[in-house]
């Protein structure tokens, strides 16, 4: 396998153009790699962060829970455990690409945190729940024929480097916007295998196919997926209930704006008659 495959567009952020080099991509393949997005201390960072993450999430849920939905090494909300995971939403670079590629008032539909061990490590019982685990199956994280019409992208970043032979994540090219159905086969025929820089995004329209590798590096992966919609469509996960006003209100403007908190919906009539400037649901959010 060549170490960049044909389809597989990769851009430096620092290159002026690199927005409407990425936007042209996927575009025509449905993905881009996009280099330099976080440093090395971030890097760093952030594997720290998902780390001390997970140890929360196996205190508040348990193994057996997560076992049992086949979500080992699945850190979902990470920034409801630290707050480091709030500055991937405050990147210039991320937000650029959130409100370029979907919309400039564009929301968090997700974010989500992996750590996903070697799979020579692995032992069979957690094979077993692999293959069950709908990550590793081809699959569309926007499943809705719109036409051509871009709903949601994927900021998918990794903390660690990922070689042409490790097999972390897997992309079809050319099946995003795709009405019929894609067969398994066809997408493990033509599938490519993503290597990427510590550091770097790939940046991917969510109904293209995609799915999750077996891990072949001596390493663990370290990696963070951002999917971003359009602000009319339901969060995955309820971000202000969650997260609750008072941490909210300690983040930018713009992450506030992300987390939904400039689109949520009222629970009685007080709070349906306040003037503009108090309304839960604010105007002009697409």
């Not at 992996?114 to 077993?128: A, D, G, Q, R, Y």
Request: with cysteine; aromatic share 10%.
């Amino acid at each position: 396998m060549k170490n960049i495959h044909k389809d597989m567009v990769v851009i430096n952020s620092k290159d002026k153009d690199w927005l409407k080099k990425c936007n042209k991509s996927i575009s025509q393949t449905g993905f881009c790699l996009v280099t330099d997005v976080i440093d090395d201390k971030n890097c760093t960072l952030g594997i720290q962060a998902l780390k001390h993450s997970y140890k929360k999430v196996i205190n508040l849920i348990g193994p057996e829970r997560l076992e049992r939905f086949a979500e080992e090494g699945i850190i979902r909300a990470p920034m409801s455990f630290e707050d480091y995971f709030f500055t991937l939403l405050e990147n210039e670079k991320i937000q650029k690409m959130s409100e370029l590629f979907v919309s400039e008032t564009s929301i968090l539909h997700l974010q989500n945190g992996f750590i996903f061990p070697p799979h020579n490590l692995k032992s069979e019982s957690e094979s077993e729940s692999e293959s069950l685990n709908p990550q590793y199956n081809f699959h569309k994280d926007f499943t809705r024929y719109m036409n051509g019409y871009v709903a949601s992208i994927n900021v998918l970043v990794t903390f660690t480097d990922i070689t042409n032979t490790d097999e972390i994540f897997y992309v079809v090219p050319n099946t995003h916007h795709s009405k019929n159905v894609i067969s398994q086969e066809y997408c493990n025929k033509n599938k490519i295998s993503i290597t990427a820089k510590a550091g770097s995004v790939l940046v991917f329209d969510s109904t293209l196919l995609h799915c999750g590798g077996p891990n072949r590096s001596a390493g663990n992966w370290y990696g963070v997926n951002n999917q971003f919609t359009r602000s009319f469509i339901k969060q995955q996960i309820d971000y202000t209930r969650l997260l609750g006003n008072e941490l909210i209100l300690q983040q930018k403007s713009r992450v506030q704006q992300m987390l939904g908190y400039y689109t949520r919906v009222v629970t009685n009539l007080d709070e349906f008659y306040q003037p503009t400037e108090k309304r839960l649901y604010r105007a002009n959010q697409g």
